[in-house]
């Protein structure tokens, strides 16, 4: 295990944000946001380009100064006290810079340097980080000679040399390959299990499925945020649901229904207050009113159908 310095009593709050803003010019990339990372979880930052994340990650990391407003990393002011913030924090932005002519394990070894580590200590992480991101056998590979993906897993494992508490991953998975994506986030999640928070921005709506919470952002601003659960539920108003039946029905006044979504001919979509309680109802008064129903069953709804909801209500 690495010795490093930990924060021995941490608070809650991994990464504690308010009204943080960011100008440019006349611009604004990040608009008064509020955030509340608790250690430990899995966050995820969404947003099509342009939203604002990296901006609002930068602020984080302490690479630029917010406008206005302030982000507190385990308590401590990032803007104040950037070194003491930087111990904790292990960043893999989104455009990483690697040495390409110095190969995998050189790259590895540099990183570690330049956050304090020698000797033994340094030679062990080193070994460890290559064997745990399956780089071992291409240690001595020029880092400009790599694919993609493995740019990216020698990437993570660089950003993770100093063992630190917080991850900040800006689209760490961005021209990864679907298998590799999979592994990836099997690592993140280890990485959760050994106590890390984790904050990651990704624009495949699959890989968001994962996180614990989610902020959706556009323009700027926090347009949504919650468990992938609880932000599609409010996108919708309610649980989804899907009746097929047979005979005379208005299937607007059904118990429990809220709106009709989508009908083709006798095949409805129903947001319901609650899928479980509701289905039963609904097929029960159906039946009183003498229709017969044949399918009667809650809709998995994407987390890009509730986003493209979010998106348009924003705009
Ligand atoms: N240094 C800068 N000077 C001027 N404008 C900037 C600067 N950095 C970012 N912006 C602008 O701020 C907005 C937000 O950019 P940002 O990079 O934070 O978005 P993003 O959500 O990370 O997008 P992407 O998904 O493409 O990475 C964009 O319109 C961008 O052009
Ligand atoms: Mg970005």
Redesign the pocket.
């Known amino acids: 295990m690495l010795k490093t310095q930990r924060l021995e009593e941490q608070p809650e709050l991994a990464v504690e944000a308010k009204n943080l803003t960011k100008r440019?010019g006349k611009?604004v990339?990040v608009d008064h946001i509020s955030l509340e990372i608790r250690r430990g979880e899995n966050f995820g930052l969404l947003?099509?380009?342009?939203?604002?994340?990296?901006?609002?990650i930068r602020m984080i990391t302490g690479v630029i100064k917010p406008s206005e407003g302030y982000v507190k990393v385990f308590g401590i002011d990032v803007a104040k006290e950037r070194k003491k913030v930087l111990k904790y924090i292990g960043y893999m932005p989104?455009k990483f810079s690697l040495y390409e002519d110095l190969t995998v394990e050189e790259n590895i070894r540099l990183y570690g340097r330049l956050q304090g580590l020698t000797g033994s200590l340094l030679k062990d992480r080193v070994k460890e980080l290559l064997e745990r991101f399956y780089l071992w056998e291409f240690r001595r590979r020029l880092a400009g000679k790599l694919s993609g993906g493995m740019k990216q897993r020698l990437a993570l494992a660089t950003a993770l040399v100093h063992d630190p508490t917080l991850l900040i991953l800006d689209?760490p998975t961005a021209g990864v390959d679907p298998p590799l994506r999979r592994k990836f986030w099997e690592h993140f999640r280890e990485l959760n299990r050994e106590g890390k928070t984790i904050l990651v921005?990704t624009?495949y709506m699959d890989e968001a499925e994962n996180c614990d919470r989610l902020a959706l952002?556009n323009r700027g601003r926090i347009i949504a945020e919650g468990t992938p659960r609880e932000i599609k539920r409010r996108a919708l108003g309610g649980d989804l649901v899907e009746i097929v039946f047979e005979g005379n029905l208005d299937p607007a006044a059904l118990p429990g229904v809220k709106s009709v979504m989508e009908d083709s001919s006798e095949r409805y979509l129903l947001v319901v207050e609650d899928a479980g309680r509701d289905l039963p109802r609904i097929v029960k008064k159906a039946e009183e009113l003498g229709a017969k129903i044949l399918v009667a069953s809650p809709v998995h709804v994407s987390l890009e159908e509730a986003f493209i909801r979010f998106m348009g209500e924003s705009e």
């Open positions: 440019f611009f990339a947003g099509p380009n342009g939203a604002g994340k990296t901006t609002t989104q689209e921005t624009h952002m």
